[in-house]
């Protein structure tokens, strides 16, 4: 059993605390915000890895905003969400594709990129968690939609997709 830490270790974890200020470059501050990202499935601000496009992400948020137009910001947090969840889905099949191609090759030949989605999803059970991953995006998608749906009839405006509120 974990023993607790004496004063003396508690007051100098405390000064050693006091000291630390974060990170001060702009380099060290966009390390720090990608600190927790592993692979961006599970991600609740924009959905986007290193290298995606931001402008196509826009882009399907404004899809999002016709499809579903807005009226407050309660309507403008679900479209976001509906459009990173919409975003993650996407990535699944690039996942799912890197995942089996590199099992192909032996584990010193492998894609870095693709050794690092096997560890952030568990070598042995990769393609099983990416599966457990989507389909609970795929939930999200489901409960989004329902709130986006009984938001339009309660608002008396017919459901998006042709179906009328109350049907």
Known sequence: ????????????SRRNGARS????????????????LAHGLRA??????????????RA????????????GPLDRQLALRLAGVLWR?????AVERMLV?????????RVPTARLLARAFGEDHALERLGAY??????ELRRI????????????????GGREAGA
Do not use: C, I, S, Y
């Open 89 to 93: 889905l996407r990535r699944v099949p």
């Open 134 to 139: 989507e389909r609970r995006l795929a939930a």
């Open 145 to 160: 939609l329902r709130l986006l749906e009984a938001a339009e009839r309660t608002r008396g405006r017919p459901v998006a």
């Open 21 to 36: 200020r974060g990170p001060t470059t702009p380099e060290g501050k966009a390390r720090a915000r990608r600190n927790a």
């Open 44 to 57: 609740e601000v924009l959905p986007l890895l290193p290298g995606e496009d931001e402008d196509e992400f």
């Open 101 to 109: 191609e590199d099992r192909r090759w032996p584990r010193e030949r």
């Open 1 to 12: 059993m974990p023993r607790d830490p004496t004063p003396a270790q508690q007051e100098a």
């Open 60 to 71: 399907l948020l404004a899809d999002v905003h016709a499809h579903w137009p807005p009226r």
